[in-house]
């Protein structure tokens, strides 16, 4: 069976989100889940000419970025919708509100481009003027070659290329860029006048900001939410969840029409731990065969032992990027160990792996932290809190009143350092 498990290898691949015929081939749904991306498709019904601008909240990998691709999927053509991945764009360990609008109107020019909307020389002349304006260019000549024989997209595009690997220029563009920032702002709703009314309502939805650090999405959300939300277009905006627990969340969501949550799947009830003779409730038991369903779609349940299968999905914690790559490194494991299938052993190799990880990124302070988290899995405003659950060392689960556990694997080395009773 080696060559099926390189198929199963080959079909969990943890950073590639669901979309068109894949989404179709291996989406399953969930009704907690599905009730979210339906409330966010009756919220664009029935705001169709407001500008609404939505926060779009979850842990990195609850599968955030398929809801997205499956909301779109349903809004059968209402929209023109601008989808990109500021990470394509930017590195996500820099980005700031300016990156933000300039590749806002960098992709919907690419997208008035695409559509064949013609805008207007007026406008065009505006945009290639402050173009021109925000990087250094050696000779008038050389500025006006710049925009011949290319689009204005793909000028303005290559600007960004340039910016993710060159910090120099980064700094430059940025530093010209703020105090033309309310021409910036002009220049994107110009744009979005002139392609509504050409085409369709636009909507733009921004992905992966969730995954900037944490220090540039405080200063985007908390600094410059005002900036941020002045085009006049449905915009939503992926949301790190950490944020929900600082101080300033109350002022940033003042600055939003819609904060929507989307929760990790709840594979063992508040309070429980992991155990072989757990007692699940009906939701719960519905959840993990939802996650196993997962597994079935994309491979033979006969190629897993299912105590490995069942202890993926507990030590996953719900989080369906996790549960996948752990899927994927345990298939690894196998294969190159010469077995037929994933067995506990595979996976337990992979965990060990993933207490490393977590090991590095934490100290005594966190430990003590997540241990008072355990205790009463509530949700609260504390800085420390922000980063434990950017870093998925502390998950949120929705279930009525929302709550947070330990991450599994957090609770089996706080377990190894007799920090935590086996019943803990």
């Known amino acids: 069976m080696s060559d099926e498990l390189k198929q199963i290898f080959m079909a969990f691949r943890p950073e590639q989100a669901l979309k068109d015929e894949y989404l179709k081939r291996y989406y399953v749904g969930i009704n907690e889940n599905e009730k979210r991306i339906a409330k966010l ?4 019904d029935l705001g169709l000419n407001e500008p609404m601008k939505l926060l779009f909240m979850g842990h990195r990998g609850s599968g955030k970025t398929t809801a997205l691709n499956r ?3 349903d809004l059968d053509g209402t929209y023109l919708v601008i989808f990109y991945d500021v990470i394509d764009l930017l590195d996500p360990n820099d980005v700031n509100y300016t990156d933000v609008l300039f590749s806002t109107l960098a992709k919907l020019i690419e997208a008035a481009e695409k559509e064949n909307v013609t805008l207007s020389s007026g406008l065009k002349n505006r945009i290639e003027k402050w ?3 925000i990087v250094k260019i050696e000779t008038e000549s050389e500025a006006a070659s710049v925009w011949v024989g290319a689009g204005i997209s793909t000028v303005l595009l290559n600007l960004f290329a340039r910016m993710k690997s060159e910090s120099e220029t980064r700094y430059e563009i940025r530093k010209n860029i703020t105090p033309k920032i309310s021409e910036l702002i002009n220049i994107i709703n110009d744009t979005i006048i002139e392609i509504e009314s050409k085409c369709k309502p636009i909507l733009v939805v921004i992905d992966n900001l969730e995954k900037t650090e944490q220090s540039n999405a405080m ?9 941020i939300t002045q085009p006049i277009c449905k915009i939503i905006f992926t949301f790190p969840i950490g944020l929900r627990s ?3 969340f109350s002022q940033i969501r003042s600055s939003f029409d819609y904060d929507i949550m989307y929760p990790n799947i709840k594979i063992r009830g508040r309070g429980q731990d992991i155990k072989e003779d757990e007692h699940f409730s009906e939701d719960v038991l519905s959840n993990r065969n939802f996650m196993r369903n997962i597994f079935e779609l994309r491979g033979n349940l006969e190629l897993i032992d299912p105590k490995a299968l069942d202890y993926i999905i507990d030590i996953s914690g719900g989080v369906l990027r996790e549960y ?8 690894l494991n196998s294969i190159s160990s010469g077995k037929d299938i994933i067995d506990l052993i595979s996976v337990e190799e992979v965990v060990n792996d993933l207490k490393n990880t977590y090991r590095s990124q934490l100290d005594d ?3 003590e932290t997540i241990l008072d988290i355990i205790k009463d899995q509530r949700l609260k405003r504390d800085s420390k809190l922000v980063r434990l659950l950017h870093n998925l060392s502390v998950l949120e689960y929705a279930n009525g009143e929302n709550w947070c556990d330990a991450n599994p694997v957090v609770r089996l080395i706080l377990k190894e350092q007799s920090l935590l009773g086996e019943d803990g």
């Not at 498709?41 to 664009?44: D, E, Q, V």
Request: include cysteine.
């Open 131 to 133: 173009g021109s304006s």
């Open 71 to 73: 909301l779109v999927s």
């Open 219 to 227: 200063d985007i959300f908390v600094n410059h939410s005002t900036q």
């Open 324 to 331: 996948i790559r752990i899927i994927r490194d345990a298939s």
């Open 41 to 44: 498709k009756t919220i664009l």
């Open 365 to 367: 302070e966190d430990y």
């Open 246 to 248: 600082c101080d300033q």
